[in-house]
């Protein structure tokens, strides 16, 4: 008997709120995250907003889409992103991370046991995970 599969997508996205990530930088990454969720049936995602420290959590279940407009962007401070991998392994979340970023902040000194894409719109050296670089 013929079944349909569903594609499942769970997973964390991570969103450098510091002072040196611009608001057309933030518009540019919440237009990548939404084409990502475009290409799955359901998802579930973690969606952190981080400086210096975790400014907020919120979970995103299909078919809900992140809109920028309604989203209250905190932070605006130095950056640092170890709060985001602490908090992962604090709760024993694995799933994949996506981190949107300008990389310049400070890393965890550890390698992390699940996948990371590190996105950003300059490149640069990362000590784990890969780099995709955003186009303009």
Do not use: H
Request: glycine share 6%.
């Amino acid at each position: 008997m013929p079944t349909r599969r569903i594609k499942i997508l769970n997973l964390v996205i991570a969103i450098d709120t510091s002072g040196s990530i611009s608001n057309d930088d933030l518009k540019g990454f919440f237009s990548e995250i939404n084409s990502i969720l475009n290409c799955v049936d359901e998802y579930k995602i973690f969606l952190i907003q981080c400086d210096a420290k975790i400014q907020s959590i919120d979970e995103y279940l299909s078919p809900k889409k992140i809109d920028i407009k309604e989203l209250k962007i905190k932070g605006r401070g130095g950056t640092d992103f170890r709060p985001v991998f602490e908090y992962m392994r604090e709760n024993n979340i694995l799933y994949p991370l996506i981190y949107f970023t300008d990389l310049m902040g400070t890393f965890p000194d550890y390698f992390p046991s699940f996948p990371v894409l590190w996105v950003t719109k300059e490149g640069g050296e990362v000590p784990f995970g890969n780099i995709a670089k955003l186009r303009r």
